[in-house]
T-cell receptor
């Protein structure tokens, strides 16, 4: 079974600064997908970024980028130029490759990020 | 606009009653999912469906039931057998197992 661990329950960052959220996972799979989702106070889950394990290049989406270390099973999220609207709960999630049996998303427990003005 | 619509947003249930949460999507996605979220926890999978008239149990299916009679609809029934149903419920969908899962806005269920 896969597990996803987010060791930082809460974090805080000053507006316009950079913050990194940590995520580690455990799996015996070689091919899989990793995601970061954002959940603002409205509670809707919003996709931030997606990484495919077979791609060595780290995914980037505007101010959001990841540091994917496959051997270390680490998948951290870096938010640059933090904005007040980034205040939210952030979840790291894992999904097996589509050719594997089972396709559920496995979530970490989340990191609550507060951006200070 | 395309999206995933959940209703109602807030629902109160008396002990011993069954309630049904609606989930409709107009994204033409094949796969649909139901997740439950409790305070301080991530999401846990209740049921999922890859195609019409077929669905599988997730990690916490006990006390829940689903149907998938139409591609765009995947209602979730919380039965009286569910011991602790108070939670936030999220419906999601995706093209297939290769693609990203997108979520609706969620429904709050409270047992009174």
């Amino acid at each position: 079974a896969q597990t996803v661990t987010q060791s930082q329950p809460e974090m805080s960052v000053q507006e316009a600064e950079t913050v990194t959220l940590s995520c580690t996972y455990d799996t015996s799979e070689n091919n899989y997908y990793l995601f970061w989702y954002k959940q603002p106070p409205s509670r809707q889950m919003i996709l931030v970024i997606r990484q495919e394990a077979y791609k060595q290049q780290n995914a980037t989406e505007n101010r959001f980028s990841v540091n994917f270390q496959k051997a270390a099973k680490s998948f951290s999220l870096k938010i640059s130029d933090s904005q007040l609207g980034d205040t939210a709960m952030y979840f790291c999630a894992f999904m097996k490759h589509w050719k594997s049996s089972g396709d559920k998303l496995t979530f970490g427990t989340g990191t609550r990020l507060a951006v200070r003005p | 606009d395309g999206g995933i619509t959940q209703s109602p947003k807030y629902l109160f249930r008396k002990e011993g009653q069954n309630v049904t949460l609606s989930c409709e999507q107009n994204l033409n996605h094949d796969a649909m999912y139901w997740y439950r979220q409790d305070p301080g926890q991530g999401l846990r999978l209740i049921y999922y469906s890859q195609i019409v008239n077929d669905f599988q149990k997730g990690d916490i299916a006990e006390g829940y039931s689903v149907s998938r009679e139409k591609k765009e609809s995947f209602p979730l029934t919380v039965t009286s057998a569910q011991k602790n149903p108070t939670a936030f419920y999220l419906c999601a969908s995706s093209w297939d197992r290769r693609n990203t899962i997108y979520f609706g806005e969620g429904s709050w269920l409270t047992v009174v």
